[in-house]
């Protein structure tokens, strides 16, 4: 009986090389001259720049590990590390947006004087940097969990540049020096949310979860629908990779040939639920019970 993978060909990773350069350059833009004008919201922003792009090179040699082809001991690959990368990416942002969001607190109790105008034309450039580098990796962001989490870190950057000119603005021209710190606020609110989902899609993938969009019950109505099959069981569905769904079953089935069935199951899984990767175990509903099979759900 034939037997077929999905395997896709690996993404570039091209986007990401140059995201990094391009953050490599508004580190030392925004420090050179955040020392000039002794201004600690840009040097602060050049720190957070640099450890964005740590975050990136982490991204970058997951990426690279996960290409690495499965063998004796690794029998599904590497795929799991996209998983592990996003879940330590998540974690080492939210210990910077933690650190941003105590010196945004502090900046709310008691403002500091900034100079606003040498301050917006430095974000300025930055932004125009950050929203570069966002706009690289938002077109690779949806392949795996991990490119996400590095989009994330790039779109963190843009969003903070965009909340310094803002502020930058009000205060050169009204003196608001209140309105840095509360943009800062919202941004970081809003990253946390999204570092949340990542955590919880990342960590449900690591258990083996049912993958997100893929309602287990319906599959099994699925799969009992299909023609002479009898019962449905020890299903299991989880995922390798973002790209990457597999599920295993027991059918149970009444006739002659179990043939069809395979064919009929695999083309359903694959086209409504996106499962490539099946593994189905045929039984005649004559046979007897697997009282072996204790482990079957």
Known sequence: ????????????????VFAMAINGGIVVFEMVFGLLIRSMALISDAVHNLSDIAAMIFSYWAEKIALRPANAAKTYGYRKIEFIAAFVNSIFLSVVIAFVLWETLKRLASPLEIPGKEMLWVAVVAFVGNAAATLLLQKISTRNFNLKSAWLHSLQDALFSLGVIVGALLITFFGWRFVDPLISLAICIFIFREIGKIVRQTVNSLLDAVPPGIDFVQVRSDLLAIPDVAEVNDLHIWQTGADQKLLSAHLLFKGESGEAIIRSARGMLLQKYGINHTTIQLLPLSSEEMEHCSHCN
């Open 1 to 16: 009986m034939e037997h077929k993978h999905n395997h896709e060909a690996p993404a570039s990773l091209k986007n990401l």
